[in-house]
């Protein structure tokens, strides 16, 4: 049995958790391998829908085992606060795995988020203020807190000790705000101690072993190829690898054992947070995908950036992941619309580009070339096969498969699992 590593294609929200869970029931682990609790997805199994924020969407699938690897940093209070929200609704979650190496987010680095945002006035990232940034930033600088210091008081101290030599400072003269004390940040974290500790393994060895017994790994990501730290619209991005490489790094799975990537495009295009973003609208074709798409974010509620479908993009996170399958999702939300404008290149000041420019400067002034896709009006929700698809809706989603890089194996056409067309078994 393979590992599988599902990547978004474009900013984020593409609909992953949705990819994940409909293979989550054939699978037996899910990790997630980057980020935090700074994105969220959203499943809808039935009448029921789950916001997960910190879990790996395996967490739903009865028979799956969801890890959370190394490479995630982990707000232990948000993790605990969305196990006992399941729990209350009747998900078990007694299978969670944790790595021990995993860094958690410790109080300073929430409070250090927020004002450096703030600091930063119309330089801002657009982070979403949840020390997540600062928490990378700490792991990269080798004073960062990792889930198993939490096992013992004298590293642990020691490690907050050293962090807050750093970080008090910075706190107190370029920000002018108190640093929570030593003893308040080691009391805080000491306080999950107990009910982590039968959670956290070596999650790289039991994925090793896991794929030599045969089984099903697959590696479920957060945020998206576009946010990731080396290959997104820096310096607009996240702070983790968001890409098939940080598939592996995050999860201590080796790139030989990676039999495919299957990476998840919207049918249209969103963004959250600051940044260049070529195919933006802001007419009323705009509000329309953010209505008719609930585009609102799963963690912040923060109302999405929309714009067209953008082949430059599918076609470069195709190139950086090695994707073999495309997930196509939300295309039941271009019902409605007389023509869909799709872009295929950009101008550059007078320069046209076909791949995206490496040049930061080229990309922020960069205006789409657009073609133009017929339309269709009927309700397509119900669409099981690629041929219930109006001859409009097939004739966009083979324009969009031949502009991107790579085939589109399953077509979202609605928010429940089961609205969705299989054109090509993933596993």
């Given at each position: 049995m393979p590992a599988i590593a599902i990547i978004g294609a474009q900013w984020g929200d593409e609909g992953k958790g949705k990819a994940t869970d409909l293979l989550g029931s054939r699978v037996d682990y899910v990790v997630k391998f980057n980020g935090g609790n700074n994105a969220g997805h959203t499943v809808v199994i039935g009448e029921e829908k789950y916001a997960l924020h910190l879990l790996p969407s395996g967490i739903l699938s009865p028979n799956c085992t969801p890890v959370i690897g190394n490479g995630v940093v982990i707000d232990l209070d948000v993790l605990f606060h969305e196990i006992d929200g399941l729990e209350a609704r009747g998900v078990d979650t007694s299978?969670?795995?944790?790595?021990?190496?995993?860094?958690?987010?410790?109080?300073?680095?929430?409070?250090?988020?927020?004002?450096?945002?703030?600091?930063?006035?119309?330089?801002?990232?657009?982070?979403?203020?949840?020390?997540?940034?600062?928490?990378?930033?700490?792991?990269?600088?080798?004073?960062?807190?990792?889930?198993?210091?939490?096992?013992?008081?004298?590293?642990?101290?020691?490690?907050?000790?050293?962090?807050?030599?750093?970080?008090?400072?910075?706190?107190?003269?370029?920000?002018?705000?108190?640093?929570?004390?030593?003893?308040?940040?080691?009391?805080?974290?000491?306080?999950?101690?107990?009910?982590?500790?039968?959670?956290?393994?070596?999650?790289?060895?039991?994925?090793?072993?896991?794929?030599?017994?045969?089984?099903?790994?697959?590696?479920?990501?957060?945020?998206?190829?576009?946010?990731?730290?080396?290959?997104?619209?820096?310096?607009?991005?996240?702070?983790?690898?968001?890409t098939a490489g940080g598939a592996c790094t995050g999860s201590g799975i080796p790139p030989t054992r990676l039999d495919r990537v299957v990476s998840i495009v919207k049918a249209y295009t969103t963004r959250v947070g600051e940044g260049p973003f070529p195919t933006e609208l802001h007419d009323d074709d705009g509000e329309f995908l953010r209505r008719t798409g609930a585009e609102f974010g799963t963690t912040t509620g923060r109302p999405r950036r929309c714009g067209w479908y953008d082949a430059v993009i599918a076609r470069y996170a195709a190139r950086i992941n090695g994707v073999t399958d495309f997930v196509l999702t939300k295309l039941d939300v271009l019902t409605g619309l007389e023509r869909i404008p799709v872009c295929v290149g950009y101008d550059v000041r007078g320069v046209r580009h076909d791949e995206m420019p490496v040049n930061q400067s080229d990309f922020h002034h960069a205006t789409p070339v657009y073609e133009y896709f017929e339309g269709w009006s009927e309700d397509i929700s119900s669409a099981r096969t690629f041929e219930d698809l109006p001859a409009a809706a097939q004739r966009y989603v083979e324009a969009l498969e031949a502009m991107s890089g790579a085939r589109i194996s399953v077509i979202g056409v609605g928010p429940s699992r089961a609205a969705t067309i299989v054109r090509h078994e993933l596993v």
């Open positions: 299978k969670l795995l944790v790595s021990a190496n995993a860094h958690v987010i410790p109080d300073y680095n929430r409070s250090l988020d927020k004002v450096t945002e703030r600091f930063l006035g119309s330089r801002r990232i657009g982070t979403t203020g949840r020390g997540i940034g600062p928490t990378y930033a700490d792991k990269m600088n080798r004073i960062g807190i990792r889930v198993q210091d939490l096992f013992d008081e004298k590293i642990l101290t020691a490690k907050v000790e050293g962090a807050l030599d750093l970080k008090g400072q910075v706190m107190a003269k370029i920000y002018n705000r108190r640093a929570p004390s030593v003893a308040q940040t080691v009391e805080e974290l000491l306080a999950h101690a107990d009910r982590l500790r039968p959670l956290v393994a070596d999650t790289a060895l039991v994925l090793h072993e896991a794929l030599d017994r045969g089984e099903f790994v697959l590696l479920e990501a957060g945020q998206a190829t576009l946010l990731d730290v080396d290959h997104g619209t820096y310096p607009f991005v996240t702070s983790s690898s968001a």
